[in-house]
DNA sequence: CGCTCAGTTGATCATTATCAACTTGGGTGG
DNA sequence: CCACCCAAGTTGATAATGATCAACTGAGCG
């Protein structure tokens, strides 16, 4: 869903049929967009602002998958319901559409359809670099990781990568990085310390040593 | 890719296409069927035995990704090469489809289409649960949900579910569980201390309180 | 002006990793 | 066919990483 506009590519006519279809909503920071386990009906991409997806285990630990930007895709869904749910982290806005008109919309422009499958590959391959992170990497090269993920991303949307913003809180990066607030809070300061990075404000970082950051994500 | 005969649901004829496009394979225990980094030229489908799909870091920790077996599908990606490396667990056969050719057919039989994007949803999922296990469980939890997992698939191909056959090392095991091969050995101790499970032998686990068990899934 | 929430920092604890020794079982060669 | 060998698994002792509990700071907002 990552890293894509679903939309390009796509002929002046299919953006009409598009149009028609569409529907733009908005949510305030914090908002829900949807919740795990209601009804998939609909579709979205992120058209502004700054979306976070995750799941909640019984006792309230929370697990993000992501964090969704302008152009990214939301909502594909096996079943009937959604898998995870979804979080404006600041006021965002959204296009819906319903997953029936998508659908329909599919079946006469092909070309959709693999975009759409390309997107959800892609998704594929992001999740399994999380694995990596997640499963066998450092409280230090989980968060050198994220940083330089969030700036290669914000420059692939034409956005600044460096600083790097982050419109989430430590406790959100928490979450994703399978880490605590504090451990987010102290592996910043270590990397300051170090001048990899510098901290402008809590969520504007400089990068100041790209190669060692680099390096650090690669596990040599 | 998991729990989805990727050709149940296609009819006769186009089974007969698919005979004359395919090739078997088969690999040893421990052998590679392809590498990161390789052109993905082919597809396969796993048609006995399991296999490993992982990636490495550059200094040699490992992270798995998943176990496939009879009827999974593997080595579907979006750019030119593979993203992670398969290897046999056990001496394995697959079906080897050249990549233009499963083009081809997915062009002749759009249902085909529909089918991989099925089953590539649901490997996001599958991707989506192992990162709330790898970010957010304990090393007990993380187990018992193993254990729980494959049970179910291996029912779900018609295969005994109870007692868990466990091809894989303790090794590959806690490089799938972001743990070390000695705490997944503890870690089955302490379920068999606690009358959870009971060890036939070292790759043959009886679930003994199955609820207990699933309540450790949840999270609560 | 002061309240609240996010962030940082400190002290201590717990879980899991690491290092090491020992056991077991399957496969092979004598 | 048996004995040995090696890889896998288990168990033990200790260490380290990150979690937890707690206090404090600072920025934004009513």
Redesign the interface.
């Known amino acids: 869903m990552r890293g894509l506009s679903i939309c390009s590519g796509l002929e002046i006519e299919d953006l009409f049929h598009l149009d028609r279809i569409v529907s733009k909503v908005s949510a305030r920071a914090g908002g829900a967009i949807f919740d795990e386990g209601e009804p998939a009906t609909n579709r979205f991409i992120v058209t502004h602002g700054c979306v976070r997806i995750y ?1 909640l ?3 309230g ?3 993000i ?1 992501g964090f969704l930007f302008p152009g990214d895709f939301l909502g ?3 079943g009937k319901e959604y ?2 749910s979804a979080e404006a982290v600041v006021e965002s806005h959204l296009c819906r559409f319903q997953q029936h008109e998508l659908e329909e919309l599919v079946g006469r422009f ?1 070309a959709l ?1 693999k975009r ?3 997107a ?6 992001v ?2 670099d ?3 992170l ?4 450092s409280a230090e090269e989980k968060v050198a990781t994220m940083l330089l993920t969030l700036s290669k991303r914000a420059e692939q949307r034409g956005m600044p990568g460096n600083p790097v913003s982050l419109p989430m809180t430590r406790s959100d990066l928490g ?1 994703y ?2 880490l605590t607030t504090e451990s987010v809070s102290r592996t910043m300061t270590l990397l300051k310390t170090g001048g990899l990075i510098r901290l402008e404000a809590a969520n504007q970082v400089h990068l100041i040593e790209l190669e060692k950051l680099e390096d650090m994500t ?3």
Request: no cysteine; hydrophobic share 40%; aromatic share 8%.
């Open positions: 799941r285990l019984g006792d630990r929370r697990q998958f594909l869904t096996i898998a995870y092909p359809e759409l499958m390309g959800t590959i892609n998704e594929l391959v999740a399994q999380q694995m990596v997640l499963g066998r990497k979450d990085l399978g690669e596990g040599f």
